[in-house]
């Protein structure tokens, strides 16, 4: 796949309510996360809106052209604050993302609302299924896998390149978004990306981007990057979402 855009960036969306009750709901051992909204509706806790608008700060230092935003409401938020920032601080930046339903979150099927607990005590037979299929494939009832995710992303950068071409373009959405694209713009085959997930911890409100080099390859130039939300006072928070870490 060749890919002209100058530079691709990723904004993970600002803390959510739901970073918040799946790690409590983590740390205090409990087998379902407590959210009355359905994933798509959960919104930006305060400070997650302290970190969007700090991430409009760094757009405002390195604009952008286009904006694509996950239909999510933590994520198009996101979107709609850091370039409200931008625009008060004088940068030509895009007046509203681009929504697109292909950033969307990962979804969960069966296993939606369970933490890590949950999934071990209520069904094992996944934890097995997900064993013998191997994280990057495995598929849970009514869910996605990574491979599912990596497919609808590729089509909305091949739009992109038609779409995009010279430009800087910055999409606003999840936690594993990141590591899509990392599949995507750098070619890291599947088990290097698993590692790399595994260790990598992708703060809210933080940035990572790509420089275009040649030939369609890119070259990672932001590495989840956060100096933005301390300079402003909004402290990054690595709540992980569901979809990246619990499968």
Not at 210 to 228: I, L, S
């Amino acid at each position: 796949m060749t890919m002209r855009m100058e530079w691709v960036g990723l904004l993970r969306h600002g803390q959510s309510s739901g970073n918040v009750a799946r790690e409590e709901a983590e740390a205090d051992g409990h087998q379902v996360i407590d959210i009355a909204e359905r994933d798509a509706d959960v919104p930006l806790t305060r400070l997650g809106e302290e970190q969007a608008a700090a991430a409009g700060d760094w757009v405002a230092r390195h604009p952008v052209d286009l904006v694509v935003a996950s239909p999510y409401v933590r994520a198009a938020e996101t979107a709609r604050l850091a370039l409200a920032a931008a625009a008060r601080q004088g940068a030509a930046v895009p007046r509203h993302p681009v929504v697109d339903e292909r950033l969307r979150d990962r979804e969960l099927g069966v296993l939606d609302l369970l933490t890590s607990k949950g999934v071990r005590e209520r069904r094992p037979d996944e934890l097995e299924r997900k064993r013998r299929h191997g994280k990057f494939y495995y598929r849970p009832p009514g869910g996605e896998s990574w491979a599912d995710v990596v497919l609808r992303v590729r089509s909305l950068l091949r739009e992109l390149q038609a779409d995009a071409a010279g430009k800087r373009v910055l999409l606003v959405a999840h936690e594993m978004t990141v590591f899509t694209l990392r599949y995507l713009l750098e070619g890291i085959a599947e088990p290097e990306l698993l590692h790399i997930a595994a260790c990598t911890e992708v703060a809210n409100g933080s940035i990572t981007g790509w420089q275009h080099v040649a030939d369609g390859r890119y070259r990672m130039t932001e590495a989840q990057e956060t100096m933005h939300l301390h300079a402003a006072d909004a402290p990054p928070t690595e709540d992980d979402d569901a979809a990246a870490s619990l499968t």
